[in-house]
């Protein structure tokens, strides 16, 4: 079992919809979160960090789950630059202080 | 302008024929790391080093050595690249060692190994 999960999609949607994603992680200690854009064989860059009071940043909404252990990211009103693939990460503060990857969520908006 | 430089970019090599990724940030950050990516794999850690002449075994070190005897230099070495190894590989570098800091990450380095 991936430490990580998420649906590797893609996702299909149209401008203007509200799209959800979900991620899983099997390790109950993890102590960070956060979602990552990445582009087509591009660097990957910081969307947000995920809370557990959950957080907005514009069209954006993360949410945490530490019972359930999964994490969410909303996209409200997407917009067809909001095509990509986004990536759900836990981090353990452990000695080697490493972050686990999810495999990804493509997602494509199409006019 | 802060940021993480690898290269190069696009590499194609033979099996066996030793080579070397660069990574560099001017951030003077303490932490550096090398990932590969592989479809339907996600980012795994190859080695993260916690500071100068701190190195340590990420979750695939097989196949792979790195050296850190600059704060900003964290070269990715392949001593004899096999196939398996045609990956594409990400340098990060983050502030510290906590995990809640933000990864910045290079442009990455398509390997190719025949």
């Known amino acids: 079992r991936k430490e990580v999960e998420q649906d590797p999609g893609p996702f299909n949607v149209p401008e203007g919809a509200t799209v959800a994603f979900n991620c899983t992680y099997s390790?109950?200690?993890?102590?960070?979160f956060f979602w990552y854009r990445q582009d087509c064989r591009k660097e990957p860059k910081l969307l947000m960090s995920v809370y557990s009071s959950g957080n907005e940043d514009g069209r954006f909404t993360a949410q945490l789950n530490r019972a359930s252990q999964y994490i969410s990211l909303l996209i409200r009103d997407s917009k067809l630059s909001d095509s990509a693939t986004y990536l759900c990460?836990?981090?353990?503060?452990?000695?080697?202080?490493?972050?686990?990857f999810g495999g990804g969520t493509r997602l494509m908006v199409k006019p | 302008e802060a940021q993480v430089t690898q290269n190069p970019r696009y590499l194609i090599t033979v099996t066996g024929k030793k080579l070397t990724v660069t990574c560099s940030q001017n951030?003077?950050?303490?932490?550096m790391s090398w990932y590969r990516q592989d479809p339907g794999l996600g980012l795994r850690q190859i080695y993260y080093?916690?500071?100068?002449?701190?190195?340590d075994k990420g979750d695939v070190p097989e196949g792979y050595k790195v050296s850190r005897k600059e704060k900003r230099n964290f070269p990715l070495i392949l001593e004899s690249p096999s196939p398996n190894q045609t990956s594409l590989y990400f340098c990060a570098s983050r502030s510290g060692a906590a995990t809640n800091e933000k990864l910045f990450f290079g442009s990455g380095t398509q390997l190719s190994v025949l």
């Open positions: 990460v836990a981090g353990f503060n452990n000695a080697g202080n490493m972050l686990t």
């Open positions: 951030m003077n950050h303490e932490y």
């Open positions: 080093s916690m500071n100068v002449e701190v190195t």
């Open positions: 390790n109950s200690a993890s102590q960070s």
